[in-house]
């Protein structure tokens, strides 16, 4: 997990500790195992698997941005040194926000390719 910056979220300053926090992390966890279980299901050719992966994905990652931007977000927001990550972090909520839901996942003979 990284800031828009691009470095590694921190080990050693025991906000993992704090039970918001962790539950946010879990989720990001619970999206990236979904999300890597969609890519080995599509090499398999298990497009129905994929694309139920991909939904659980979308769900899971649709609650956890409201979970960031109503109460994490809004709580940072209050402090200015905070201000310009949380816009970054909104900007791509809003970027990331609808492919997995719209993703084609149709058998290549139906696109053609």
Not at 16 to 44: F, N, Q
Not at 57 to 67: F, I, S
Request: charged share 30%.
């Amino acid at each position: 997990m990284s800031d828009p910056g691009g470095s590694e979220v921190c080990h050693y300053c025991g906000c993992r500790e704090i039970s918001l926090i962790e539950d946010y992390i879990a989720e990001h966890e619970s999206a990236t195992d979904l999300a890597g279980g969609a890519v080995r299901a599509l090499k398999r050719g298990d497009i129905a698997a994929a694309q139920g992966l991909l939904r659980d994905m979308t769900t899971v990652l649709r609650a956890h941005w409201r979970g960031e931007e109503n109460v994490l977000f809004a709580v940072m927001r209050q402090d200015d040194e905070y201000t310009r990550y949380i816009e970054d972090l909104e900007r791509e909520h809003r970027e990331l926000y609808g492919p997995p839901a719209r993703s084609s996942m149709r058998r290549p003979c139906q696109d053609g390719w």
